[in-house]
């Protein structure tokens, strides 16, 4: 009896199974999927959804499927870094260098003028009065303006603070050259030319570098580049 009654279970499982089976095949229709061309596989229309294996969208894009105990993982080459690449924040392009004279380019400078100015002042009393030069001190003034103009070069970040910064080395070299020359004339006992009041009035070279000076110093604090055939 328990024979008998299996065997009627197992008819009426199967019964079913094709019954099932035949309302999918007429509920379902299949078509061959194209990609780029060629035959990938087939897509499986059904309740008014498309279908395809796994198998087929892994062997299409080059990835793996694994099926495991609680989970089917299908892993596409690739992707995650795509994934990445469009969730990351844009990075914004970088800002465009600031016009004009930078502010602390500025401030120096306007310093460095300030230094020039007084090492002007004291070769010029060797020219007017006829001071003997005693001790280094027309070297260390060279030295120490010198060392703040290579400061200043660091300072230097926008294109104008640069092409200030080259009227500012003109106007150094300048004044170099005028304070050599002064000093080596006292140091020759030139007393004719050093001892003369008028001198620095009627000194061309030092009038252009004080024409510069001032044209510099109303140039920094306008914070706009500017020339002048004063700083050449």
């Given at each position: 009896?328990?024979?008998?009654?299996?065997?009627?279970?197992?008819?009426?499982?199967?019964?079913?199974?094709?019954?099932?089976?035949?309302?999918?095949?007429?509920?379902?229709?299949?078509?061959?999927?194209?990609?780029?061309?060629?035959?990938?596989?087939?897509?499986?229309?059904?309740?008014?959804?498309?279908?395809?294996?796994?198998?087929?969208?892994?062997?299409?894009?080059?990835?793996?499927?694994?099926?495991?105990?609680?989970?089917?993982?299908?892993?596409?080459?690739?992707?995650?870094?795509?994934?990445?690449?469009?969730?990351?924040?844009?990075?914004?392009?970088?800002?465009?260098?600031?016009?004009?004279?930078?502010?602390?380019?500025?401030?120096?400078?306007?310093?460095?003028?300030?230094?020039?100015?007084?090492?002007?002042?004291?070769?010029?009393?060797?020219?007017?009065?006829?001071?003997?030069?005693?001790?280094?001190?027309?070297?260390?003034?060279?030295?120490?303006v010198g060392a703040d103009l290579n400061q200043l070069a660091v300072a230097a970040t926008t294109a104008s603070d640069r092409d200030a910064l080259q009227l500012l080395s003109n106007e150094f070299g300048n004044l170099e050259r005028w304070a050599d020359g002064?000093?080596?004339?006292?140091?020759?006992?030139?007393?004719?030319?050093?001892?003369?009041?008028?001198?620095?009035?009627?000194?061309?070279?030092?009038?252009?570098?004080?024409?510069?000076?001032?044209?510099?110093?109303?140039?920094?604090?306008?914070?706009?580049?500017?020339?002048?055939?004063?700083?050449?």
């Amino acid at each position: 009896m328990k024979s008998r009654g299996k065997a009627l279970y197992a008819l009426s499982f199967g019964f079913l199974l094709v019954c099932a089976g035949m309302l999918y095949a007429q509920g379902s229709s299949s078509r061959t999927l194209i990609v780029n061309g060629k035959t990938a596989g087939t897509v499986v229309q059904f309740g008014g959804h498309s279908y395809i294996e796994l198998e087929t969208v892994a062997q299409i894009t080059g990835g793996t499927v694994a099926i495991e105990q609680n989970r089917v993982v299908l892993s596409i080459s690739g992707l995650e870094a795509s994934a990445a690449a469009e969730t990351k924040p844009a990075v914004p392009p970088p800002a465009p260098p600031p016009a004009g004279l930078s502010r602390e380019f500025a401030r120096q400078a306007i310093a460095e003028l300030a230094e020039m100015r007084e090492w002007r002042g004291a070769i010029g009393t060797i020219l007017a009065y006829g001071v003997p030069v005693v001790g280094t001190w027309p070297q260390d003034y060279r030295d120490r303006v010198g060392a703040d103009l290579n400061q200043l070069a660091v300072a230097a970040t926008t294109a104008s603070d640069r092409d200030a910064l080259q009227l500012l080395s003109n106007e150094f070299g300048n004044l170099e050259r005028w304070a050599d020359g002064v000093v080596a004339t006292r140091n020759a006992l030139n007393a004719t030319k050093t001892v003369n009041p008028n001198a620095m009035q009627n000194d061309p070279d030092l009038t252009k570098i004080s024409d510069c000076s001032r044209f510099l110093s109303s140039m920094l604090v306008s914070g706009t580049f500017a020339d002048d055939n004063s700083c050449h």
